[in-house]
């Protein structure tokens, strides 16, 4: 079975800009759930999709949203990017809303400059 | 989710088991106890859960307390590639079941 894969690995974006960052969830999950890593922080949950619906959502700005399709893939936006938003954008993905635990994948690494 | 506590960090040498404690006093009952590692630049690995009975897999064996208020992760035969940060998580499965990392346990296993 395929594991969880994010895209891209690295990105490096202009304060202000907007970036789309995707995830592709391991084969027979229906959940993806976002997570925002700082540096020396464990990471904090941004939201979660479950069947394509948004499924419960963390303390982050209305400019964090996302997507679920319904191959149960996903993608994270974040517009009007801060130099906070800087860190490790991890992907989990699960089945029924994480009832079984949840794979990661290995994150896409945003700086904001 | 209940919250956890965990000694920031701990050393372990290579070959010997490493116990990593975790408290959660107040779990409540229909909380699992998860435990993830995150090795540097990866994303968390998940490594065992339970309820209240022990459990133990190819990974770890995972200890629980009666009153379930602490659990203790024994790496039985700690190798190198076990240094990484230890995460212990309260999660209700019965809801949308967010992880609610702290900043773990750093595990350094040295020769």
Redesign the interface.
């Known amino acids: 079975e395929t594991g ?1 894969t994010q895209s891209p690995t690295h990105l490096i974006k202009t304060r202000g800009q907007q970036v789309t960052l995707r995830c592709s969830s391991q084969s027979g999950h229906n959940t993806v ?1 976002w ?1 925002q890593q700082a540096l020396g ?5 941004i939201f ?1 999709y ?1 069947r394509e619906e948004e ?2 959502r ?1 303390n982050f700005p209305p400019r964090f949203s996302g997507l679920q399709f319904p191959n149960y893939s996903s993608e994270l936006n974040v517009n009007a990017l801060e130099l906070d938003d800087s860190a490790l954008y ?1 992907c ?1 993905s699960s089945r029924e ?3 079984y ?7 896409t690494r945003l700086t904001v400059v | 989710d209940a919250k956890t506590t965990q000694p920031t960090s701990m050393d372990c040498a290579e070959g010997r088991a490493a116990n990593l404690p975790c408290n959660h006093s107040t779990i409540s009952g229909n909380e699992y106890v998860y435990w993830y590692r995150q090795i540097h630049s990866q994303g968390p690995q998940y490594i065992i859960h339970g309820l209240k009975n022990n459990e133990t897999n190819e990974m770890a064996s995972l200890i629980i307390t009666e009153d379930r208020k602490s659990s203790t992760l024994i790496l039985p035969h700690a190798t190198l590639r076990d240094t990484a940060v230890y995460y212990c998580i309260a999660v209700n499965t019965g809801t949308a079941s967010k992880l609610t990392f702290g900043t773990g346990t750093r595990l350094q296993v040295t020769l």
């Open positions: 969880v759930s997570y922080q464990g990471p904090q949950f979660q479950y499924n419960g963390g991890l989990a809303a994480g009832a635990g949840y794979t990661f994948g290995s994150g």
